[in-house]
C-alpha cells in the first residue's frame, strides 16, 4: 500500500542528507520517518542517521534478553527450624523484664533467670534494692533485691557463718547490697527452692508447699 507514503519518505530522505549527522532536525525527521513506517507498514526508509536506542526491560514492549549460557536465579525458600506458637509469643511477652541487675541474677541463677524473675515480680517488681518490708506479721523484716527475710538470715548465720563470710557478708544491713543479696537468695533456693518466697508463683513452687498455704488461706500468685 502506497498511500503516498514512499514519495514523502524518499524527500525527507533528500532534505536530510545536507544536514550534520549530530543535528537535532536530522534526528528529528529520522524518527519522523520510522513513525511514519510503523503507520503505514512499510519496510523503514535509510534516512542515513543513527537510530535512537529503544530502551527495553520492565515496563516497556521488549524484553530484557538474558545473555546466553547465563545462570538463572534461584529463589530458596527457607523454613524456619521451630515455629513460634502463639503461646510461646504470649509466654515471652509475659516474661518479666531483667532490669538493671540482670547480669548479677544470671551470675547467681543461670538458667533458673526465668524463676527468678518470675519470684522477683512478686516480691520486688521494682526491683530497688534498698526496699525493705517492715510489715510482716511476725515482727521480722524483709530487705533487698530478694527481699532476703531477717529471721531466715540469722538462722543461715548460725549455721552457716563462715561460708557467708567469706562471701563478704557479715550483716543484716549488707542485704542491701544487690550482689550479696543475690548470693544469699542463691543460698536459700539451694536449700529451700522456691519455697522460700511467698512472691513465688504456683508453677514454680513444689506441691507440698502449695497445699500447705492453702491449707493455711495464705494466697498464691498463680
Do not use: C
Amino acid at each position: 500500500m502506497d498511500n503516498g507514503y514512499q514519495p514523502l519518505a524518499q524527500r525527507i530522505k533528500k532534505e536530510l542528507n545536507p544536514l550534520d549527522p549530530e543535528s537535532g532536525l536530522r534526528h528529528g525527521l529520522s524518527s519522523l520517518v520510522s513513525s511514519l513506517d510503523h503507520v503505514f507498514g512499510n519496510h523503514p526508509v535509510d534516512t542515513g542517521a543513527t537510530p535512537t536506542p529503544r530502551p527495553t526491560g520492565p515496563g516497556f514492549d521488549q524484553p530484557m534478553l538474558q545473555p546466553s549460557g547465563a545462570p538463572q536465579a534461584k529463589i530458596e525458600v527457607v523454613e524456619p527450624a521451630h515455629k513460634v506458637s502463639r503461646e510461646e509469643v504470649q509466654q515471652q511477652q509475659a516474661m518479666p523484664q531483667a532490669g538493671p541487675y540482670g547480669s548479677i541474677i544470671s551470675k547467681y541463677f543461670g538458667d533458673q533467670m526465668p524463676n527468678a524473675l518470675k519470684t522477683l515480680q512478686g516480691e520486688n517488681s521494682a526491683q530497688n534494692p534498698r526496699a525493705e518490708n517492715k510489715y510482716n506479721s511476725n515482727g521480722t523484716v524483709d530487705r533487698g533485691l530478694f527481699q532476703i527475710n531477717s529471721a531466715t538470715f540469722d538462722d543461715f548465720m548460725q549455721r552457716k557463718g563462715k561460708q557467708l563470710r567469706s562471701m563478704g557478708i557479715n550483716s543484716f544491713d549488707d542485704m542491701f547490697d544487690p550482689e550479696k543479696n543475690a548470693a544469699m537468695a542463691k543460698m536459700i533456693y539451694d536449700q529451700q527452692g522456691w519455697d522460700g518466697w511467698y512472691g513465688a508463683p504456683a508453677d514454680i513452687i513444689s506441691p507440698t508447699e502449695l497445699q500447705r498455704r492453702k491449707g493455711k488461706g495464705i494466697g498464691v500468685r498463680e
